[in-house]
């Protein structure tokens, strides 16, 4: 976490006494392609809940809205268990990206309808914009200069995955009056106060997750599914991901905590869609998801869960192949990488062919069909041969299961960072638009639209 958070802003702040309007906004994204995958904002969410718990009045702007108020038409058909299709607007390419042969859009509500937002609620003492994938800054930018007009004397604060991996471009680039690196809920508070003058009494420990309110996912106009996160980091290092930079700590929730708050919004809010956000979900699974599961169908509650994350697939035995089926189960997501088994200890550790196979095996036995199984394979990694994944997909299919193609996004303070820099035609390192993974950026030659369709028709089930 940064601490300087820069020179005071020029309103003065509140007097103590005051309780804080805080604003949290979800920014838009700027893509080739977006969908909603059981996405959500879940560590401003986080901050919100702790806000609110301390006495802070919270509200939310989500410029991702599905179910916006404001919408005269029905959210675009294609829901599924909590999924679905964002609204989208048809925007000029990023500069050096003009040969794309895709249409690059504002994913989100409109411009006017943010708007109306702004204008329409008390003014906010502070607002806080959280950010994702790096190479989708200008849709954060762009959402801060939407807020600055509205605001432009309302300190503004940018957190989240890009602003802690390039919390130096982020400076530079996106109009935020502050950049906020690393975890926020041992910062918000302070930081509260840093720029508004209240000052409330912590009484949650960031290092114990069960001391955290739960997140104020209530603020969303629609809950279509909610998030869980039991736990935060993993005890693997993959070459690849950059959740160690993230969350250098691994902390875990109780499982009676979990399961209580999956009770709550079940019951207290309707919802039957839970997607996992853990990185490491079933690592000691019998201390940790087991009784997770467990606590789920003692309380005799019908959901259902996803696991977009991925899954480690060492830790899938029979016995916890046929909980996750009787506790609701429904997508599964294993993370696989590759078929390349002899030569994947410069990427990760995590499975050999043997374990992927028992594992699938303990799975389709349990009772899991083909198209609830799908296992993640990277595209467009360094120096890759387009042969290997076509060779991956294959392998997948022969196992029974579904191959689900995962495009390499390359990320700064991850061990592969290097050798993406080095193989992509693009400049990575002077502008994380170029990081794209829609567009294979560590492939040395142009961008070919044939190779992805190609892999896509190669893991469809019926191909």
């Not at 605001?151 to 919390?167: K, M, Q, R």
């Not at 592969?416 to 002077?430: F, G, H, I, K, T």
Request: glycine share 6%.
């Amino acid at each position: 976490m940064r601490s300087d958070l820069g020179p005071a802003v020029a309103n003065p702040p509140m007097p103590r006494s005051s309780v804080p309007h805080i604003l949290l906004v979800n920014p838009w994204i700027h893509d080739f392609a977006a969908y909603d995958f059981w996405a959500a904002p879940l560590g401003l969410f986080t901050l919100g809940g702790i806000l609110r718990d301390h006495g802070a009045r919270v509200s939310f702007i989500d410029c991702l809205d599905r179910f916006h108020p404001l919408q005269t038409k029905p959210p675009i058909p294609g829901q599924r268990c909590g999924r679905g299709p964002y609204l989208k607007t048809i925007i000029p390419k990023p500069a050096g990206l003009a040969d794309i042969p895709r249409n690059y859009c504002r994913y989100g509500i409109s411009p006017e309808w943010l708007r109306h937002d702004l204008t329409t609620m008390p003014t906010p003492d502070l607002v806080l914009v959280t950010s994702l994938m790096t190479y989708w800054y200008p849709g954060v930018r762009e959402t801060i200069q939407a807020i600055k007009t509205v605001l432009p004397h309302v300190p503004l604060v940018l957190g989240g995955i890009y602003a802690t991996l390039c919390s130096e471009h982020a400076e530079r680039h996106c109009g935020a009056d502050h950049v906020l690196s690393g975890p926020g809920e041992g910062a918000i508070l302070p930081l509260a106060a840093r720029l508004t003058g209240w000052s409330p009494t912590p009484h949650h420990d960031p290092a114990d997750l069960d001391t955290l309110p739960r997140p104020a996912l209530d603020l969303a106009h629609h809950l279509a599914h909610v998030p869980l996160l039991t736990s935060r980091g993993c005890p693997f290092q993959c070459a690849y991901c950059a959740s160690h930079h993230l969350q250098p700590n691994c902390l875990r929730r109780s499982p009676a905590a979990v399961v209580d708050e999956i009770i709550h919004w079940h019951r207290s809010h309707g919802v039957t869609d839970f997607a996992f956000y853990d990185d490491a979900l079933l690592v000691d699974a019998e201390n940790h998801i087991v009784p997770i599961l467990d606590g789920v169908l003692a309380a005799g509650i019908t959901v259902r869960f996803h696991t977009p994350n991925a899954l480690h697939i060492r830790n899938i035995t029979r016995p916890v192949a046929e909980l996750m089926r009787r506790a609701g189960f429904h997508t599964i997501r294993l993370g696989l990488e590759t078929t390349a088994f002899e030569g994947r200890q410069a990427m990760d550790r995590k499975v050999t062919e043997a374990e992927f196979l028992r594992a699938v095996g303990y799975l389709r036995a349990a009772g899991f069909p083909a198209d609830q199984v799908g296992a993640y394979l990277l595209a467009g990694l360094p120096d890759q041969d387009i042969a290997a994944v076509e060779t991956s997909i294959a392998v997948v299919k022969a196992a029974g299961v579904t191959p689900v193609i995962a495009h390499y996004t390359p990320i700064p303070h991850t061990a592969m960072w290097p050798a993406a820099v080095a193989a992509s035609r693009y400049d990575l390192a002077a502008d994380p638009i170029f990081t794209n993974n829609a567009i294979f950026p560590c492939q040395s030659e142009r961008f070919s639209w044939e190779v992805l369709t190609r892999l896509k028709q190669l893991a469809s089930r019926h191909a």
